[in-house]
């Protein structure tokens, strides 16, 4: 009786042949997925946004009947590359650079491009690419989709040029406000200031003829110290319209004004400054007013007892820094409904084309940075 010692009946010597699992899970996957591709065009086919599909070497292999019906070109047209042709050159190189960044990373991805229609206008397209992945984890493409957001980009084209008009508005009007206060200070100066003090010397001298008669005497010098009050009161005014310390430059009017402040708030204040610095008068009116108001901020709100103030110019740009040691600002206080204060140095720091950076928490107090470039009309003084 012959024995088979070979039990899986192949000859003796040959090599046995074991089968790979992973074939029968592609032989039971692939249909799967070949189906369930089917089923998702036939879907997406009447989808109402524009929907690709590509494979992982960035050719694309499928484009929905509403993308079809966007560009007017048939699907052999825009497969491959092929698409490419409808996407407006100015967009085609950043385009390009994000689908390329995207089949590196295989991650998901966004990009805006203006894409061709069938009647010859580019309208604004977002799209968005997603990985597919196989259930073995294999990179197969990416499948995304296109919305038309043309009327979106005009909506915030049409927000960003009133923008642009308010702040055009703004900066007019805060330019017609500082000549006006500037003609008032000046009027009050030469006529009213110039006619008190007048007055005060022919006061004075009446005072002094009037020492033998001290009744009377004692009205003129009622009547001269009222001159004075109100020669002081007029001095006052025409410093809050417009302290002629700015004619004598912007470290003149900045150390004028923090003396000032540590006078009327009894606010400890350390001040650090360049020397001479040289800025043409709308500037520095500008810089004088954002220092104006963020020092009443402090004193309004910050309960601080010490602030340090510092011009100070590094590279292109001049910078100003307002720091205190209160208590901060909470964080929606920026955008509080009537608070107008940061949002108007904001707009006047935009309006000089700077940039406004505010540091802040309880335990530090708030640091305001202000910058805005150095140019002809606003540099150090050179000798």
Not at 50 to 74: E, K, S
Not at 187 to 205: F, K, S, T, W, Y
Not at 322 to 331: K, S, W
Not at 355 to 381: F, H, K, M, W, Y
């Amino acid at each position: 009786m012959t024995h088979n010692d070979n039990p899986t009946g192949e000859a003796p010597g040959a090599t046995a042949h074991h089968a790979d699992p992973f074939d029968s899970d592609r032989r039971e996957t692939e249909p799967n997925m070949i189906e369930s591709e089917e089923r998702f065009r036939l879907m997406a086919d009447s989808a109402p946004v524009l929907i690709w599909i590509t494979g992982p070497n960035r050719d694309y292999l499928w484009f929905n009947r509403m993308w079809l019906d966007f560009t007017g070109r048939a699907l052999d047209d825009e497969l491959g590359s092929g698409w490419i042709s409808g996407v407006h050159r100015d967009d085609l190189p950043a385009c390009i650079n994000a689908h390329a960044a995207a089949f590196r990373s295989r991650h998901p991805f966004t990009v805006e491009y203006r894409l061709r229609s069938r009647d010859g206008h580019f309208h604004h397209m977002l799209a968005h690419g997603t990985p597919r992945i196989s259930p073995l984890g294999r990179f197969l493409g990416y499948i995304g989709t296109c919305i038309d957001i043309s009327e979106r980009k005009k909506m915030e084209d049409a927000l960003q040029h009133s923008r642009e008009m308010l702040r055009h508005l703004v900066s007019h009007q805060e330019r017609v406000r500082e000549d006006e206060r500037k003609r008032i200070a000046r009027e009050l100066h030469d006529d009213l200031g110039q006619n008190l003090l007048a007055l005060r010397i022919d006061v004075a001298m009446l005072h002094e003829r009037t020492r033998v008669h001290p009744r009377l005497n004692e009205r003129v010098s009622l009547a001269l110290s009222h001159i004075d009050s109100t020669m002081k009161a007029v001095r006052a005014a025409i410093n809050n319209l417009r302290p002629t310390v700015l004619d004598l430059g912007l470290n003149a009017a900045i150390d004028w004004q923090v003396k000032d402040f540590q006078r009327r708030s009894g606010i400890s204040c350390e001040l650090t400054m360049e020397d001479d610095i040289v800025l043409d008068d709308d500037r520095a009116t500008a810089l004088f007013r954002i220092l104006q108001e963020s020092l009443n901020n402090v004193l309004r709100h910050a309960q601080a007892n010490r602030v340090r103030i510092a011009l100070t110019t590094a590279g292109e740009k001049l910078y100003m820094q307002v720091a205190d040691n209160g208590i901060g600002i909470f964080p929606d206080s920026r955008r509080k409904a009537n608070s107008f204060g940061l949002v108007g140095i904001e707009e006047r720091i935009i309006a000089l084309g700077g940039e406004l950076d505010i540091q802040s928490n309880a335990s530090n107090g708030t640091a305001l940075t202000v910058s805005i470039p150095l140019d002809a009309g606003c540099r150090p003084a050179s000798f």
